[in-house]
């Protein structure tokens, strides 16, 4: 397999799991950069789109300069928030 077939393979994969999950669990690494929450939060909304329960949680707080991802603290939990 060259390189563009295994990431279709993977996709398709992917989206299977998430047409049969009946929750997504998301999450990106420590310290939350731009890259990482922005794709959290475009996963979070096609999520919302297919009608998909999910929980966005990550292992430290949104920093304040990407807070515009979040304006009403919807998607983005700290893993401590959660009970």
Same mark, same amino acid.
């Not at 295994?6 to 998430?18: F, G, H, K, S, Y």
């Not at 909304?45 to 430290?60: E, G, S, T």
């Given at each position: 397999k060259?390189?563009?077939?295994? @990431?279709?393979?993977t996709?398709?994969?992917l989206?299977r799991e998430i047409? *049969?999950?009946? *929750?997504v669990?998301?999450?990106t ?10 794709a959290?939060y ?9 009608r ?6 990550? #292992?430290? #707080?949104? #920093?304040?300069?990407?807070s515009?991802?979040? #304006?009403e ?8 928030d @959660?009970?």
């Amino acid at each position: 397999k060259n390189l563009s077939e295994a @990431i279709l393979e993977t996709l398709a994969r992917l989206a299977r799991e998430i047409k *049969t999950a009946k *929750t997504v669990v998301v999450s990106t690494h420590l310290l939350p950069d731009g890259d990482g929450l922005g794709a959290e939060y475009a996963l979070a909304h096609f999520l919302a789109k297919q009608r998909k329960k999910f929980w966005v949680i990550n #292992p430290d #707080p949104c #920093p304040k300069r990407y807070s515009f991802l979040n #304006p009403e603290q919807k998607f983005f939990k700290q893993a401590n928030d @959660i009970s």
